[in-house]
């Protein structure tokens, strides 16, 4: 397979960077155990063991592991590593790591060591990490293990470098309390459905990788402003925060030129995600006022999420270098859009077969549009499911609010697909299903047709060779996602194969007549999920009501899918997730559900009460003191009626403030009594941050209405335009 990550990086690299003898084939991966690492500091034993570990999964024995990690160890230290540590992604969504230093004391001298058993397994404690109750029982630990799939790498601070190496994180007894670790048994499981799907169409294909290209869209806010919002600095979001005259309707953002201090922090921040292997490619200006957006080369899955969850991790860091702080939150400012982050999702063969590659004409193209409408079915049968895998606190500002993707989910295939799904399911063959002549050209058969037929609104759309789910959120590790699209795929697959097998042994059917038959009878039973209109409008709410579509809006009502009867048999069917795994995420969701509103709410109260009325309340007092010495002038009603309006427009607003804050208050604490975890979630979701809008709308009122140089926050105006 190949994935083109250098070449790219190359030419994107700014030119000074070539300039002083760092070119870009020393920067690109120079902090990556790679392929040409491993040939120069592995014997060939070593070298075979773990290139068929990457390559065909297989198991790397203890005395292999020791020369592995000698050659490592010494590629490290030569770079001026002294530390290591296995890195992994618990079900916080942030990644943890524990370091241990080389070096040990021996005879008063300090000797390096690193042993093979140190990287193939630790046993890091970690026991405030969350399991859902997985290590509550008899036996409490929780182990790292090696994952050679995904290299090991050098990460830089400022004042040391540390080793990397990636691993999964799982329970005494083997159950996953990672994200990487289902994710990369649904590789594993996609892997083996899809190649034998592939067995159809072509007899060479011996394996199949999913493929992934991450866009990742954030903010970036001065530093001193942020420290001056406890919202972001606690929340990630502002709690609080009038609208800025000018947002985004200028339109004047999007694509824009990028300011120079902003430049200079993506160009610093790419560089070090060079270093690390990460193929970024594409930068650019988003939507709203101080939103933006990177994206790399796709790569493979497991690969592309550690890339996405380090480039997370980077960006914060390298931000601080630049006195920016880089804000991930789904929606960190009412009113204009928020940040999400869009899988591109393709499967990809040992032969270099894109599966949702359209040919030059894809009606003859079967193995196309096997995988295609798989894909549709696949998505279709676990439309729940795919909502729950990105459903947070944070993303339901997103999902199903005021803004899309909306919470329903639906398909996007494409004026020209549409039609020929159409046609499929009509039996009709027409011209208008074909490709457009010009674009036969098959060097480059992913430039697709039609560049522009594309669709915004769409939580699921075909982008002419890949699905990108766009409602995955930016703050999200993509794992979720990616392991249930993966495990629905090739659970469906499985059925696919099992189906046209059967029609083919009763001989009633040639291979392709089977085919055919087969996936048009998914066609009509999926083709409600396909919506080619406008996802954000109300009209397609209703449609989708009436199609029978889910359209869930909140976290707690969507992570049941987990839970389902479905989703276990499927999960256990595939060995992906056991029962117990599924029940114990789907409490861990919950709980961070509610503590992520908790905190919200907390803080909203604390704000209310020690900046907000305060500054209001002082301003109020101002401004009676002005009316009771113009009425002791002797001016009359007359005189002081603005200001009297004035007063009893801010005093509601004091009033509202007060009592909307503490009934929140009041349905906080009643939430926490409740010991059901569900309940306990519902009740967070309905009662107390159903307040918060109610407090939200007064203290953007005040905030309007008091005296500018009262008012302490940094509001939207100045947090918005970086200068
Ligand atoms: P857009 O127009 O949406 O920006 P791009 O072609 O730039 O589309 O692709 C966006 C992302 O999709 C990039 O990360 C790109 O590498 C990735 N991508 C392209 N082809 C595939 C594929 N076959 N599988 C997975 N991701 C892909
Ligand atoms: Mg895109």
């Known amino acids: ?172 007894n083997g159950q996953a309390l990672d994200y990487k670790a289902p994710l990369l048994k649904s590789l594993t499981a996609l892997d083996k459905a899809a190649t034998a799907v592939c067995k159809y169409f072509f007899t060479d294909v ?35 925060g009038y609208a800025a005259a000018k947002n985004q309707q200028m339109e004047d953002h999007y694509f824009g030129s990028i300011p120079d201090r902003v430049y200079n922090y993506m160009y610093d921040f790419e560089i070090e995600a060079l270093k690390l292997g990460i193929p970024l490619r594409t930068r650019h200006n988003e939507v709203a006022p101080g939103q933006y957006e990177c994206a790399p080369q796709f790569e493979e899955i497991n690969l592309a999420v550690d890339h996405n969850q380090l480039l997370m991790d980077l960006m914060d860091e390298v ?18 859009n928020g940040s999400g982050k869009h899988n591109n999702w393709s499967m990809i063969t040992d ?17 196309f549009l096997t995988f295609f409408i798989n894909t549709i079915k696949a998505v279709h049968d676990n439309a729940d499911l795919i909502r729950a895998s990105i459903a947070t606190a944070s993303n339901d500002h997103r999902l199903g609010a005021n803004e899309a993707p909306p919470a329903i989910i639906s398909i996007f295939v494409g004026s020209t697909l549409f039609n020929l799904m159409q046609n499929l399911l009509d039996g009709v063959k027409s011209n208008q299903g074909k490709w457009d002549k010009t674009i036969n050209i098959p060097q480059i058969p992913e430039i697709l047709v039609d560049n522009t037929d594309r669709n915004r609104t769409s939580p699921f759309a075909f982008t002419g060779n890949k699905f990108e789910l766009r409602a995955v959120g930016s703050l ?47 066609l009509r039973d999926s083709k409600r999920i396909l919506f080619e209109g406008n996802g954000y409008s109300d009209e397609w709410v209703e449609e989708a009501a009436k199609r029978g579509l889910s359209n869930i809006k909140d976290t707690p009502s969507s992570l049941v899918a987990y839970i389902s009867k479905h989703t276990m048999d499927m999960m256990s069917r595939l060995d992906i997730l056991s029962n117990e795994e599924l029940h114990a995420r789907y409490h861990i969701q919950l709980e961070d559900y509610i503590k992520k509103i908790q905190i919200e709410g907390r803080l909203i109260d604390d704000m209310v009460y020690t900046s907000i009325l305060p500054v209001a309340i002082q301003y109020q007092h101002a401004l009676a003191d002005t009316i009771a010495s113009m009425n002791a ?51 967070y979701c309905f009662k107390v941050k159903d307040q918060f809008e109610d407090i939200r709308g007064h203290a953007d009122k005040l905030e309007r209405m008091v005296d500018d140089k009262l008012w302490s926050l940094p509001k939207y105006r100045e947090l918005l335009h970086i200068k």
Not at 666 to 679: F, G, L, M, P, S
């Open 206 to 240: 011996k394996k199949v990788k999913g493929s992934l290209g991450i866009e990742q869209e954030y903010f970036l806010v001065d530093k001193a402003l942020y420290n001056a919002r406890p919202d972001l600095i606690q929340c990630g979001r502002t709690l609080f």
């Open 1 to 172: 397979m190949r994935f083109k990550a250098l070449e790219i990086a190359q030419s994107r690299l700014p030119k000074h960077v070539a300039g002083d003898g760092n070119t870009v084939q020393q920067i690109f991966a120079a902090n990556v155990f790679n392929d040409d690492a491993m040939q120069k500091y592995l014997d060939k034993a070593s070298y075979k063991a773990i290139k068929s570990a990457i390559e065909d999964g297989t198991k790397i024995d203890r005395e292999v592991a020791s020369q592995i990690a000698a050659g490592m160890k010494a590629w490290a230290m030569e770079r001026g590593v002294t530390h290591y540590t296995h890195w992994f992604q618990p079900l916080t969504g942030t990644t943890a790591e524990k370091h241990d230093s080389f070096f040990e004391p021996q005879n008063g001298r300090a000797v390096a060591k690193f042993s093979g058993d140190s990287l193939v397994q630790q046993e890091p404690d970690a026991s405030s990490l969350p399991s859902g109750g997985l290590r509550n029982t008899f036996e409490a630990r929780g182990y790292t293990a090696w994952d050679p799939s995904s290299p090991a790498f050098i990460y830089e601070n400022t004042s040391g470098k540390t080793l990397c190496i990636p691993t999964v994180f799982v329970s005494y």
């Open 633 to 683: 002038a002797g001016l009359g009603k007359k005189e002081t009626a603005a200001h009297l309006d004035i007063m009893k427009e801010l005093s509601g607003h004091i009033s509202g403030l007060k009592s909307s804050t503490d009934k929140m208050v009041e349905e906080r604490k009643k939430a926490n009594t409740i010991d059901d975890v569900v309940k306990r979630a519902q009740a």
């Open 476 to 522: 999200q590790n993509s794992s979720s996602p990616m392991t249930v699209l993966n495990a629905a795929m090739a659970n469906q697959l499985l059925s696919f194969k099992s189906e046209v097998d059967a029609l083919i042994k009763a001989k009633s059917h040639k291979k392709k007549d089977a085919i055919l038959q087969v996936l048009t009878g998914y």
């Open 351 to 367: 032969t270099g077969v894109n599966l949702l590659g359209p040919g030059n004409d894809p009606e003859s193209n079967l193995s």
């Open 319 to 336: 931000a601080d270098r630049h006195g920016f702080k880089v804000l991930l939150h789904e929606k960190p400012f009412a009113g204009i």
